[in-house]
């Protein structure tokens, strides 16, 4: 509509920033929007499409999660400590969107720190699922997913240590994508667990993601760990076949835990996927079941060292507090919410004198188990189905009490991540009336041909696109 001019930039601009107002409210998406902010991008964005210069994202509000850091708004990372703290650049990621002249829109809702599966354990407020206000649409990016399932945007930014795009796709029925660890710049992400952290986009297609990180990725010399790559391309995406791929379904993401629904939805889909000439088989992936313990060592260990910098002195809130030690010890008792300070001691402890052995480097072992399994699964796969989450969306306040069963929404998620494989989650059908995400997995560096796969998935299954039912 922009390129063809049915619309102006300032008014799709306006369009979102009035739904935002109107629906918000009800789903608690966003932390911070600047209006000005917006409709001045979308009249430069408008400039770039009169000189003949647009590109796919030129004009289009993107939103983005509130520990990506943005320029002139705010960045909270949804926790008391950070109150107030406006960055004075920009995010690789978000530098990139504004240079390819896409709008950013505003701030997301997550858990503190990314650290959580509901976006319950935001400081500031909680976020709703647009298929049913009284469930959780996920975490940590449950802010980025909630606002493109409810239309408040038309794609976002999200990050993924665990499972934190993928997971929160799954539940709002959008797609949600994990590129490869490295493809993706983290200058400028709030950093959680670096060796886990990856930036993504959410989206309401597989097209739609892909856009988004083409201009997202790419080699950046300011991240230690960018892999000196060319951006994915999302050129070739709707080129690709289902017909001949062979796709593995591990058994161990298939395990008891599984919803009957959830079951259902991904033996249907994989049904419609055979009759489009997909070749599926079982194998076993015994390091799978390890995940979730594993990856709740290293990831608050990588968080207790990330974190110690919050401190009243370096960064984030001071509070008042008598002599060095007292002001560090009331200033992170007040700033962090209990799901961070849960995370920092366990992480603390397991780095510690006497158990790093026993706790943090068994734990890299199992690692790097899991990455020569998967390595060697992909030597004969072109992909890995699985569900992205064992159940659909819960309601909120309903895990709250039974930390292990939340801990374990992202045991099908969490081996990307260890692995630094790339991962995509799109809706695949409904159980009970609520989106089922299913994953694909492949190798690493073989994320033009994910999205290829997953956009061929998504044409094949009836149901991929379906829109929540909110006005």
Avoid at 412 to 430: D, K, Q, R, V
Wanted: hydrophobic fraction near 40%.
């Amino acid at each position: 509509m922009l390129r063809a001019k049915e619309a102006s930039c300032s008014e799709v601009a306006e369009a979102y920033l009035e739904r935002i107002e109107a629906i918000d409210p009800t789903y608690g998406c966003f932390l911070a929007i600047d209006p000005e902010s917006v409709m001045a991008q979308a009249a430069k964005a408008q400039s770039q499409i009169d000189r003949g210069e647009a590109g796919p994202l030129t004009g289009v509000p993107i939103a983005v999660k509130d520990n990506i850091a943005t320029a002139g708004l705010e960045t909270t990372c949804a926790s008391k400590m950070l109150t107030g703290f406006v960055p004075p650049f920009d995010a690789f990621v978000v530098e990139r969107l504004r240079g390819q002249g896409a709008v950013v829109l505003g701030k997301t809702n997550l858990d503190e720190f990314a650290m959580g599966a509901s976006t319950e354990n935001s400081a500031f407020k909680v976020t709703r699922n647009p298929w049913d206000p009284a469930r959780s649409p996920g975490g940590s990016s449950g802010g980025s997913a909630a606002a493109v399932a409810a239309r408040l945007a038309p794609a976002a930014l999200g990050s993924d240590t665990g499972g934190s795009i993928r997971q929160p796709a799954a539940l709002c029925g959008v797609v949600g994508f994990k590129p490869t660890y490295g493809r993706c710049s983290r200058y400028g992400l709030v950093a959680f667990g670096s060796s886990l952290d990856q930036i993504g986009p959410l989206a309401r297609s597989v097209k739609d993601a892909a856009l988004v990180a083409e201009a997202i990725t790419g080699h950046d010399p300011q991240d230690g760990t960018s892999l000196d790559a060319l951006p994915i391309s999302a050129a070739e995406i709707e080129h690709g076949s289902l017909r001949g791929l062979k796709i593995g379904l591990v058994r161990e993401m298939f395990g008891e835990a599984l919803d009957p629904g959830v079951r259902e939805s991904i033996n249907a889909a994989v049904r419609v996927l055979e009759t489009e000439g997909v070749r599926f088989e079982r194998i076993s992936i015994p390091s799978v079941s390890l995940g979730v313990s594993t990856y709740y060592i290293i990831a608050p260990a990588e968080a207790s060292s990330n974190l110690a910098r919050f401190d009243g002195v370096r960064y984030g809130m001071r509070a008042k507090g008598s002599g060095h030690i007292g002001l560090v010890e009331r200033t992170r008792a007040e700033g962090f919410g209990h799901e961070v300070k849960s995370r920092i001691m366990i992480g603390s402890y397991a780095l510690s004198a006497g158990y790093y052995d026993a706790y943090y480097l068994r734990a890299q072992r199992v690692r790097a188990l899991m990455a020569r399994e998967f390595e060697q699964a992909f030597q004969g796969l072109d992909a890995i189905l699985s569900p992205a989450c064992p159940v659909p969306a819960f309601k909120i306040g309903e895990l709250n009490k039974d930390p292990l069963a939340i801990k374990q929404i992202d045991y099908c998620t969490i081996p990307a991540n260890m692995a630094g494989l790339p991962g995509i989650s799109l809706n695949c059908g409904f159980a009970e009336n609520l989106p089922v995400g299913l994953q694909l997995l492949a190798a690493p560096m073989r994320d033009e041909s994910l999205l290829q796969m997953a956009h061929s998935v998504e044409r094949a299954l009836p149901n991929a696109t379906r829109a929540a039912p909110i006005p």
